[in-house]
């Protein structure tokens, strides 16, 4: 059993900063990308950023240079940092990861999604 827990989402102002994090755990063999996803109400879900490695990121275009994703392998996390939050950036956030188990399937996981609001 793969699990992802989130934590990090509230109520920040525009302007303000939040950090995502997400943790792994469970019979994990192999971690392959990692990512945060979002989703507004009454819109797709989209991608925020991903990252392969630490020299391998995709972010969407709003948000580069705002939001900085990194992982920590040894702990099986992967962060988002977002500075300068707009009320366009309020959705909830999801945490998904490409992960091969110790029984040997490789999967797709998702985290249960945190709500960022930004507001004034």
């Known amino acids: 059993q793969v699990q992802l827990v989130e934590s990090g989402g509230g109520l920040v102002q525009p302007g303000g900063s939040l950090r995502l994090s997400c943790v792994a755990s469970g019979s994990i063999l192999s971690i392959y990308e990692m990512g945060w996803y979002r989703q507004a109400p009454g819109k797709q879900r989209e991608l925020v950023a991903r990252?392969?490695?630490?020299?391998?990121?995709n972010y969407l275009a709003s948000v580069r240079g705002r939001f900085t994703i990194s992982r920590d392998n040894t702990k099986n996390m992967v962060d988002l940092q977002m500075n300068s939050l707009k009320p366009e950036d309020a959705a909830v956030y999801y945490c998904d990861a490409e992960i091969r188990s110790s029984f040997g399937v490789r999967g797709l996981y998702w985290g249960q999604g945190p709500q960022v609001t930004v507001s004034s």
């Open positions: 990252i392969f490695s630490q020299f391998n990121t």
